[in-house]
């Protein structure tokens, strides 16, 4: 928990025989194995809807452990061969004491959906997610702490709306577990340019969360403090040694702010 920090302000409501008629019942097999081979194929990817209600696989619980539910894009996903629970925030969590459990879609933010295209699933935003039950949530007697993390995906849409999705996803957050702790984790700024678009949907999402009483971390400066641009993949997700070497900013800016994982009672 948050040492020295008032908590949040709460909102209400913690969600199918004869020889003639053998070849008869041959033929209409094959004419039925020919149609649902054609069904597959058109088939092979799904359609937008059975994306949307895709349920995610069930959340693990570890024993004795406080749990921080991270919602997020991928940076705390994961990819390009780094699983969730390696990701530097998994890892900065952990350092500062407890068991995150992740949930969320790369390309995903407070308002950006990630549209379902060629092998890629689609999902929903953040809101939409919390608010139609999309994400595999833990209960909340389990939960510390909730981080909303991300917003990179958000750049190109009006401040306007990036702002009342942040306060709509902290209102949700707030329903669905009303005594936990509510950060945010802003987006990564890959490319260093202050000018850059993620860094004004970083200033967005501070505001909001000045405004709802909500701790936020600014992690724009992190690629380049920790030098890490070189380990971008694609030019924006990290091998795994970027992902470690980003990991202490996360658990330093916790301990900073006093968030830290308290001892879960006896029983």
């Keep these: 928990m948050m ?23 041959v033929g209409s097999l094959a004419l039925v194995s020919f149609a649902l081979v054609a069904v597959t194929l058109l088939r ?66 407070y308002v950006h959906d990630r549209p379902a295209h060629g092998d890629q699933d689609g999902h929903p935003n953040y ?15 389990h939960v510390q702490l909730v981080v909303l993390e991300g917003g990179g995906n958000d750049a190109f849409d009006p401040a306007k709306d990036i702002s009342a999705a942040a306060r709509e996803a902290i209102r949700l957050v707030r329903e669905e577990y009303p005594e936990a702790e509510v950060l945010m984790l802003g987006p990564l700024n890959q ?21 709802e009483d909500v701790p936020f971390i600014d992690a724009t400066s992190w690629v380049a403090d920790a030098g890490v641009a070189g380990e971008l993949v694609d030019g924006l997700h990290f091998t795994q040694k ?21 001892p879960l009672p006896a029983g």
Excluded: C
């Design 3 to 25: 040492r020295g920090m008032p908590r949040p302000r709460r909102s209400g409501r913690s969600r199918q025989r004869s020889k003639g008629r053998t070849l008869g019942v």
């Design 44 to 109: 092979t990817h799904p359609t937008p809807t059975e994306v949307l209600n895709r349920p995610q696989p069930a959340v693990t619980l570890p024993s004795r452990n406080p749990l921080a539910l991270v919602i997020g894009d991928s940076q705390a996903m994961g990819g390009f061969g780094v699983g969730a629970l390696e990701t530097w925030v998994a890892q900065g969590l952990r350092s500062a004491g407890f068991q995150p459990v992740i949930v969320g879609y790369p390309g995903t933010g």
């Design 127 to 141: 809101v939409t997610s919390l608010r139609e039950g999309l994400y595999n949530l833990p209960p909340a007697d």
């Design 191 to 211: 490319a260093g340019d202050p000018r850059s678009l993620r860094v004004k949907t970083a200033a967005v999402l501070a505001a909001v969360a000045t405004e």
């Design 242 to 262: 970027g992902h470690t070497a980003l990991a202490p900013y996360l658990g330093d800016a916790l301990s900073a702010l006093g968030v830290e994982a308290e």
